[in-house]
């Protein structure tokens, strides 16, 4: 059992770049999350998934798409990157229920120059 | 939308003794639950301790456990005989009933040898 699985864990983009970041989850969760922490500062949430083919924004979805065509799987996509986009982001997934803490992968590391 | 509050940006300790951080949360929900989550230099974020906001017992995990005041919103958690490990980031989060996760920004905690 894994848990949920980022990668990559570090990435350097040049300005107007795309990538994807991608996670994975392994225990059957149906809640899927995305999070950015920039240096010093808490969690901001980006978009959020309650299962397959059903995605949300978050508090900071400009800049990023995302897809949930499965379960186990919540790719962050980033186009045209931008320098603002530096962070930390981790992915976290949850059972539905609300006794349910979230699980979170180990973050990827993501520079813009 | 629920907010959760962390007043201590930065708290310090000394080795063996006892610490307490601050947390309160704003809700109209009466069912949710609290988490207090640790993340240390490594980045990856534990569960530390969990409390439903239906017992009136406070949660205990080991050295940490919560003093949960549900009039007053508020759920600090109290570290006992603090150790070098206890150093790290801790967030306060609130599950509700709805589908997001409500995170504080955070206490810096720092243990002195």
């Known amino acids: 059992n894994a848990g949920v699985t980022q990668t990559p864990k570090f990435r350097i983009l040049k300005i107007g770049q795309s990538m994807t970041l991608q996670c994975t989850q392994d225990m059957n969760h149906n809640y899927m999350y995305w999070y950015r922490q920039d240096p010093g500062m808490g969690l901001k949430l980006i978009y959020y998934s309650v299962g397959a083919g059903i995605t949300d924004k978050g508090e900071v979805p400009n800049g990023y798409n995302v897809s949930r065509s499965t379960t186990e799987d919540f790719p962050l996509r980033l186009e045209l990157a931008a320098p603002s986009q530096t962070s930390v982001y981790f992915c976290?997934?949850?059972?539905?229920?609300?006794?349910?803490?979230?699980?979170f992968g180990p973050g990827t590391r993501l520079t813009v120059t | 939308a629920q907010t959760v509050t962390q007043s201590q940006p930065e708290m310090s300790v000394q080795e063996a003794e006892t610490v307490t951080l601050s947390c309160t949360y704003d809700t109209s929900e009466s069912d949710y639950y609290l988490f207090w989550y640790k993340q240390p230099p490594s980045r990856q974020m534990i569960l530390v301790i969990r409390q439903e906001a239906y017992k009136q017992q406070n949660a205990t995990e080991n050295r940490f456990s919560v003093n949960f005041q549900k009039a007053a919103k508020s759920f600090s958690l109290k570290i006992s005989d603090s150790q070098l490990g206890d150093a790290a980031m801790y967030f306060c989060a609130y599950r509700g009933t709805g589908n997001q996760f409500y995170f504080g920004t955070g206490t810096s905690l720092t243990v002195i040898p």
């Open positions: 976290a997934s949850s059972y539905a229920q609300i006794t349910s803490e979230q699980y």
